[in-house]
């Protein structure tokens, strides 16, 4: 089992910048990927950007070259860095770990919310 905690969400103007950060715990396993996605409200969950463990990286074409995804291995931590925010980048932001099993797990959430 794999426990995901989030921490880094909040309200920002948009233009801001926000960080959000996911730490992986739990026993006997092993994560391939890493990744962001997020849900605003009507709305089906989006991949915002993910990343293997060699680094490769994924981006929607909606945040590329504002948001910069990163991990720490050694940590089983995820980094999502977004500057630029526009109001359209307001959802609840799900960070996703995949195990080499291939199990998915999810964060809880955490809000962010960009105003104009």
């Known amino acids: 089992q794999v426990q995901l905690v989030e921490s880094g969400g909040g309200l920002v103007q948009a233009g801001g910048s926000l960080r959000l950060s996911c730490a992986a715990s739990?026993?006997?396993?092993?994560?391939?990927?890493m990744g962001w996605y997020r849900q605003a409200p009507g709305k089906q969950r989006d991949l915002v950007a993910t990343i293997t463990r060699s680094g490769t990286t994924n981006y929607a074409d909606s945040v590329l070259g504002r948001f910069t995804i990163s991990r720490d291995n050694a940590e089983n931590t995820v980094y999502l860095q977004m500057n630029s925010l526009k109001p359209e980048d307001t959802a609840v932001y799900y960070c996703?770990?995949?195990?080499?099993?291939?199990?998915?797990?999810w964060g809880q959430g955490t809000q962010v919310t960009v105003s104009s």
């Open positions: 996703n770990v995949l195990t080499t099993s291939l199990v998915n797990y």
């Open positions: 739990g026993s006997r396993f092993s994560i391939y990927g």
